[in-house]
């Protein structure tokens, strides 16, 4: 049974750990013995927890995220990897030799702000909490604490307009697109360029494609693989692996590039001059760049290619779960996070349809009065 006793003018607490071994814990002497039941209370709470260890067994932060990291590589890409290890060399300084169980919602709150206050792009801020985040749930899991303190803290929010432009999403026009591959002269990027903007697909996916991935018969493209980084990897989610439909002109864009196309060993759609993977900066800095400038277009990003399709399909009014479907994205949810913005903020047909529908007969002539004072502007809607 647990104790206080008192030792040459130091309070000592005498226990037994979660495993039956008696322990002692002497405590500095400016404590009081107030202090030491406190002190008692954090063990036993800690023992029947199962999570208690002798202070100096106690690892430290970066000992954790050492042991975390090791874990982790043979779980995930390689890529995804490096960018943990990224943020562990570059952003937990501040953690390094504290004790894992010294990290508290206190600590936690504090390095965010600080963050912030160094101006730390918000983006990047909840993408190293990530990985802090998954620090620490492997520290509860190896018992070293009872619960993640992340969890209780407050993250990180935008303020006013000082994010205002980062991460924004780019669309072009049906004219702009027109324009764009008018001007490319290159007959792979002219297509590359082209499947990207009907299909949605990822850079990395579109790099990755093979020839083996088209299904003429159905019209689909299936998204098996992309490529980042020098690398092949699977798809990262079950959803990323999908067929994405294809309308004609690309199809037969598709089979023109076919005939024209040099073989290669691996059966890319879109090789390099050496039959292997175009490198992503290479397209971007001599081939994408240049065109949107022969365009007289915006520099925008490639991804925003991705964005225009969505924002195309959401705009002649197709199904959220068919543009989710289209673009791989995990659940409709996510797409209306990214594309919210894209919905029409009102739609008085759709009002005037549902009235049509409980009203009938006169209802309608009601309706369509309705709607033509609304056209008209003698009603705001």
């Known amino acids: 049974m647990a104790c206080i006793r008192k030792r040459r003018g130091r309070w000592v607490i005498d226990f037994y750990d979660q495993y039956g071994k008696r322990r002692w814990q002497t405590l500095p002497e400016v404590k009081t013995?107030?202090?030491?039941?406190?002190?008692?209370?954090?063990?036993?709470?800690?023992?029947?927890?199962?999570?208690?260890?002798?202070?100096?067994?106690?690892p430290s932060f970066s000992k954790v995220a050492k042991d975390w990291l090791k874990y982790k590589k043979p779980r995930i890409r390689i890529s995804t990897w490096e960018v943990h290890e990224g943020h562990l060399r570059?952003?937990?300084?501040?953690?390094?030799?504290?004790?894992?169980?010294?990290?508290?919602?206190?600590?936690?709150?504090?390095?965010?702000?600080?963050?912030?206050?160094?101006?730390?792009?918000?983006?990047?801020?909840?993408?190293?909490?990530?990985?802090?985040n998954q620090i620490l749930n492997y520290a509860v899991r190896h018992r070293y604490i009872d619960h993640n303190p992340l969890r209780d803290a407050e993250r990180p929010r935008e303020r006013g307009n000082e994010e205002e432009g980062q991460g924004k999403i780019t669309i072009l026009t049906a004219p702009q697109i027109k324009t764009l591959l008018h001007k490319v002269k290159n007959a792979k990027y002219r297509t590359l360029f082209t499947v990207a903007i009907f299909s949605g697909a990822r850079q990395g996916e579109l790099l990755g494609l093979k020839w083996g991935d088209i299904d003429w018969h159905n019209k689909q493209i299936h998204v098996q693989r992309t490529f980042n980084n020098g690398r092949f990897f699977a798809t990262k989610t079950k959803c990323s692996k999908r067929r994405i439909d294809i309308g004609p002109k690309v199809q037969k864009a598709l089979k023109e590039w076919k005939l024209a196309c040099p073989p290669n060993d691996l059966g890319l759609v879109f090789p390099n001059g050496k039959g292997g993977p175009i490198d992503h900066n290479n397209l971007l800095k001599r081939h994408f760049y240049p065109a949107l400038k022969d365009a007289g277009l915006p520099r925008v990003r490639f991804h925003d290619?991705?964005?225009?399709?969505?924002?195309?399909?959401?705009?002649?009014?197709?199904?959220?779960?068919?543009?989710?479907?289209?673009?791989?994205?995990?659940?409709?949810?996510?797409?209306?996070n990214v594309y919210a913005h894209l919905m029409k903020p009102t739609n008085q047909e759709a009002a005037c349809r549902l009235e049509d529908t409980i009203f009938g007969g006169d209802g309608s002539k009601m309706v369509a009065e309705t709607k033509k004072e609304v056209l008209a502007g003698a009603v705001t809607p």
């Not at 990290?103 to 963050?115: C, L």
């Not at 991705?306 to 924002?311: E, G, L, M, P, Q």
């Open 33 to 58: 013995k107030g202090d030491a039941k406190e002190e008692l209370r954090n063990i036993e709470e800690k023992v029947a927890k199962g999570i208690y260890l002798p202070i100096r067994k106690v």
């Open 90 to 132: 570059n952003h937990f300084s501040d953690f390094e030799d504290l004790k894992i169980n010294r990290m508290t919602v206190a600590t936690v709150e504090k390095y965010i702000t600080e963050r912030q206050l160094d101006k730390m792009n918000i983006n990047t801020l909840r993408k190293v909490l990530i990985t802090l």
């Open 305 to 336: 290619l991705r964005h225009t399709y969505a924002s195309l399909l959401i705009e002649q009014g197709e199904n959220i779960k068919y543009v989710q479907s289209q673009l791989g994205h995990s659940s409709p949810t996510v797409t209306l």
